[in-house]
């Protein structure tokens, strides 16, 4: 078990960190080396050198690999994405493990009275670290060139990236993962709301008649549901109204003139979303746990679980979401929704199972009724215009 963990994770890592901006393309290789340096040039008759510049008569490799179809095999097989597909998987992967290493964690640290919103930041810290390790590292990520204005601009996207993550973390402290993960799955009803009567962007009414079979597929699972706890359901609310409400402000956000050519890419945008999260849950912390410190610091040096685990939550977080950012930025609407429906049965069902959670029949109704309700949310628009 321990080996395929550690083969898993170095697999993992190695794909993310090319995925991540460390580019070793063929171009800049070639650019380290003169056209011509260190080939026998070629002779005429009499002997005697000739002057020719293989740089103006060879094509860039690349575009070699083009033309010859290379590029196509490097990346696709049988008309099948391999690189796309890997994302999937990772991404996949990433989602799964962060989710038990998170949970471990959060028991280390004394569970449901523990220190989960000191986790939850230290997670944050833990991204941010990589993040600016990327724009360090040669040869890796361009840095982003944003002004102090759009700073401020992204502070309401930051915070409640901030919020949704820390209620998340609570929710899967007091509570099972999964039954956590179903109500999280609730998400596009206070989406919905929100835009409607916040953001004046109207829904459709087809979208709205699905709401209710998400909202009845949560209370099916909550039930049955043997580590039921009021806390988690709250704390998972809450945590959807801060998404929600992140997906609202992220919209109006890109509509900065020149904030996406300055920010240089989604990946700088989460390395600058994850810092300023961080920073802003600094203050939660103290006011919530700053007078337990002292006891979290003396957890940490005694219990290994929880610091190794604390690690690895915050690098498959960020992992797993800027994987998440790269896969559905390649796949169309009906894809999305297609994959984010699978990632959230994966989870459920792989967490409750290695966790030791209950997955009673009524739990494992209403986890098929919600989420497949959000999968018609996603898709019942263009289900509707195709009829019309």
């Known amino acids: ?43 005429d008759i009499t002997g005697k050198r000739l002057d020719i510049s293989l740089g ?24 099948l994405d391999i690189g796309l597909m890997l994302y999937f998987v990772f991404w996949y992967v990433g989602n799964y493990y962060y989710n038990i290493t998170n949970k471990l964690a959060l028991k280390a640290a004394g569970g449901k009275t523990g220190f989960p919103m000191t986790i939850s930041s230290l997670q944050l810290a833990v991204g941010m670290i990589y993040g600016v390790f990327l724009w360090l590292a040669p ?62 962007k109207p829904v459709s009414k087809a979208k709205w008649w699905c709401l209710p079979i998400v909202i009845g597929g949560v209370i099916l699972a909550s039930v049955k549901e043997l580590d039921f706890a009021v806390s988690a359901l709250v704390s998972a609310c809450i945590a959807n109204i801060f998404a929600a409400f992140k997906g609202n402000e992220n919209k109006k956000l890109m509509e900065t003139p020149g904030l996406k050519e300055r920010i240089g890419g989604v990946g700088n945008q989460f390395a600058l979303t994850t810092i300023m999260g961080f920073f802003l849950s600094i203050p939660v912390v103290l006011v919530k746990e700053g007078s337990r410190m002292g006891e979290f610091i003396e957890l940490a040096k005694t219990t290994p679980a929880l610091w190794v685990n604390m690690l690895a939550s915050g690098l498959w977080f960020y992992g797993y979401n800027e994987l998440a950012t790269m896969t559905l930025k390649k796949t169309g609407a009906v894809t999305q929704s297609v994959a984010n429906t699978a990632k959230r049965v994966i989870v459920i069902v792989g967490v409750a199972l290695v966790m030791g959670e209950s997955l009673a029949p009524m739990k494992l109704i209403g986890c098929s ?17 195709k009829k019309e």
Do not use: W
């Open 139 to 200: 040869d890796a990520r361009s840095k982003p060139s944003v002004t102090m204005d759009d700073v401020v601009k992204m502070l309401p996207v930051a915070f409640c990236f901030m919020g949704a993550h820390s209620a998340s973390v609570f929710a899967m402290g007091a509570g099972a993962v999964s039954f956590a993960q179903i109500v999280k799955a609730a998400e596009p009803a206070f989406a919905a709301v929100l835009a409607q009567f916040i953001y004046k």
């Open 56 to 79: 103006e008569t060879t094509a860039p490799v690349g575009e070699a690999m083009e033309s010859r179809g290379g590029a196509e095999v490097a990346t696709k097989s049988g008309g």
């Open 369 to 385: 009724i919600g989420i497949g309700g959000v999968f018609l949310y996603s898709i019942i628009d263009n289900l509707v215009k």
């Open 1 to 43: 078990m321990k080996v395929a963990s550690t083969l898993i994770l170095a697999t993992f890592c190695s794909t993310a960190v090319s995925a991540f901006g460390l580019s070793y393309g063929t171009q800049s290789i070639l650019k380290t080396t003169a056209p011509g340096m260190g080939m026998v040039k070629p002779v």
